[in-house]
């Protein structure tokens, strides 16, 4: 799908997040990268495989 220089890395690579936006759509809190990747909002992703990735949670600091 990327059709660029330097080419993005594909979606099944660990660094898969750092392909070029091709399509935004902020106003639905979604991006389609060029390598097929959906990213959300919340961290979220759809891999053009199919599969999901959930959301990063930060985990929240009680006591101090």
Known sequence: M???LPPCPSADRPDHDAAVIVSAHPEQGWNLLCNGTIVF???GELLPDG????PLRVA???GV
Not at 51 to 54: C, G, Q
């Open 2 to 4: 990327c059709t660029h």
């Open 41 to 43: 909002d919340d961290t």
């Open 51 to 54: 599969r999901a990735v959930a």
């Open 60 to 62: 929240e600091r009680t």
